[in-house]
């Protein structure tokens, strides 16, 4: 079925998807991890990640906004079992004020318009595919300022802090992690304790993953020495994650540019606790002390280290 997403993509239509993430099979797994959602990460539609269960729903309604604005579909994640199944109490709308906050749609054109007839779902070869796909890519270009501004008018009118990204304890952060989704709440109990200990961490949790925040990201870590990118997903590439990729990519062209680590965890829903993520802190420390990068690539969480042949490995907490 991952071709139709390109179709909904490509034909612009406002659909707003919810995806609760699992590992991609085999061997077979259901549990949590991004590598669905990056395996299609570059199928036109906004990504936009949750870190509990008031985030996912009011992202769901911000989504419709934005799907039926930018004419592009929305992927709204949910990280699976992790929010998809927990209990967690959350501030729910009057239908009537969702109704109302959504508004009417008001398409650019009609199916059935005789007087303005449009072809859609046609044939599109080598004549003009090429300029549909470009304008398609302006359109998600565009969509950062609408997300920016549906997202500060759901948050004025009620409540939460909803932006490209989210940032805790960057304004004099030496040392930062970036993540997605449920896993920022752990970090930040992870920053507090490194903040006890003299450690200036600080968390980037990315909200809106595409469009991808890059002049941004760049803005906010333009003061921080050391970043460490904390993947849910492997591209089996070589090389490293995919958020490390679009990480290290945004800040290839930044004056102050800060040595880089990709940290791989929780694949297929293994835990991740807030002493391995002071275990990453202390590893980013070590790189600001010494200036040097041994592994661009670590593994948090991993066993069986002796069938890893490269890339360093950061012990599980519980054994």
Same mark, same amino acid.
């Given at each position: ?5 390109g179709?909904?993509?490509?034909m612009?239509?406002p659909?707003v ?7 991609l099979s085999?061997p ?8 669905d ?9 906004i990504q ?6 008031q985030?996912?729903y ?9 799907a ?15 929010i998809s ?12 004020e969702?109704?109302?906050y959504?508004?009417e749609?008001?398409?650019?054109y ?7 007839p449009?072809?859609v $779902?046609a !044939?599109?070869f080598?004549?003009?595919y090429?300029?549909?796909? @470009? +304008?398609q %890519?302006?359109?998600?270009r565009k969509?950062?300022e609408?997300?920016v501004?549906?997202?500060?008018e759901?948050?004025q009118?009620?409540g939460g802090d ?12 030496e ?11 752990t970090?930040k109990?992870?920053?507090?304790s ?7 961490a600080g968390?980037?949790k990315?909200r809106?993953f ?8 760049? $803005?906010? !870590?333009?003061?921080?020495k050391?970043?460490g990118?904390?993947? @849910? +997903?492997? %591209?089996?590439?070589?090389i490293?994650g995919?958020?490390y990729e ?25 835990d991740?606790f807030v002493?391995d993520?002071e275990?990453v ?18 593994y948090?969480?991993l066993?069986?280290k002796?069938?890893i ?10 054994k």
């Amino acid at each position: 079925m991952f071709e139709t997403l390109g179709v909904a993509s490509g034909m612009r239509l406002p659909i707003v998807m919810n995806m609760a993430n699992r590992a991609l099979s085999g061997p077979i797994n259901i549990h949590c991890d991004h590598s669905d959602t990056m395996g299609s990460r570059d199928a036109g539609w906004i990504q936009i990640f949750s870190e509990n269960s008031q985030e996912a729903y009011d992202n769901l309604i911000m989504a419709i906004r934005i799907a039926e604005s930018a004419y592009l579909p929305v992927i709204v994640t949910t990280d699976g079992f992790i929010i998809s199944h927990a209990m967690e109490n959350i501030n729910v709308l009057p239908d009537d004020e969702v109704t109302k906050y959504i508004g009417e749609i008001k398409p650019p054109y009609r199916l059935l318009d005789t007087d303005n007839p449009i072809t859609v $779902g046609a !044939l599109d070869f080598t004549d003009f595919y090429f300029e549909h796909k @470009r +304008s398609q %890519s302006e359109a998600m270009r565009k969509s950062k300022e609408i997300i920016v501004q549906v997202s500060r008018e759901f948050s004025q009118k009620y409540g939460g802090d909803y932006s490209l990204f989210e940032s805790y304890k960057m304004e004099d952060a030496e040392v930062a992690i970036i993540l997605l989704g449920s896993t920022a709440g752990t970090a930040k109990a992870a920053v507090d304790s490194m903040r006890t200990k003299g450690v200036k961490a600080g968390l980037v949790k990315i909200r809106v993953f595409r469009p991808f925040p890059e002049e941004e990201l760049c $803005g906010v !870590l333009s003061k921080v020495k050391v970043v460490g990118v904390m993947d @849910r +997903s492997e %591209s089996m590439n070589g090389i490293g994650g995919p958020v490390y990729e679009e990480v290290r990519s945004a800040l290839y062209d930044s004056e102050s540019r800060p040595k880089i680590v990709d940290f791989i965890y929780g694949l297929g829903g293994r835990d991740i606790f807030v002493e391995d993520i002071e275990k990453v802190f202390g590893s980013l420390s070590e790189i600001d002390k010494t200036g040097k990068v041994n592994e661009k690539i670590a593994y948090v969480g991993l066993r069986d280290k002796c069938e890893i042949k490269t890339g360093s490995i950061l012990e599980p907490s519980v054994k």
